[in-house]
């Protein structure tokens, strides 16, 4: 139906920086929300940030002023600038996507299959 696909995780050095992306396709009608999440080995998923239909965003306290989420709605696509990369943010990240698959229908939360970041000292 709908998937996610992920790309841009690697392994890179403190101070380094990635760019990790998230394209959307199958049966859409309108994208609202899109947002990145991660998940570190033993830790609960946490919410890294987010960029609704209005353009605006919000980030976790812990990455304010060293990434960047993005979105280009003509590819459906939402991207996330890692600058200034810290051990602490090694993690799986998953893209995450609310849309309707019709005119008038429900909205769906989608979910990427996660990509591995691992930042090294």
């Known amino acids: 139906q709908v998937q996610l696909v992920e790309s841009g995780g690697g392994l890179v050095q403190a101070g380094g920086s990635l760019r990790l992306s998230c394209t959307a396709s199958?049966?859409?009608?309108?994208?609202?929300?899109m947002g990145w999440y991660r998940q570190a080995p033993g830790k609960e998923r946490e919410l890294v940030a987010l960029?609704?239909?209005?353009?605006?965003?919000n980030y976790a306290d812990s990455v304010k002023g060293r990434f960047t989420i993005s979105r280009d709605n003509a590819k459906n696509t939402v991207y996330l600038q890692m600058n200034s990369l810290k051990p602490e943010d090694t993690a799986v990240y998953y893209c995450n996507v609310d849309l309707q698959r019709v005119r008038g229908g429900s909205q769906y939360k989608y979910w990427g299959q996660g990509t591995q970041v691992t930042v090294s000292s």
């Open positions: 960029i609704p239909s209005g353009g605006s965003t």
């Open positions: 199958g049966r859409i009608f309108r994208i609202n929300g």
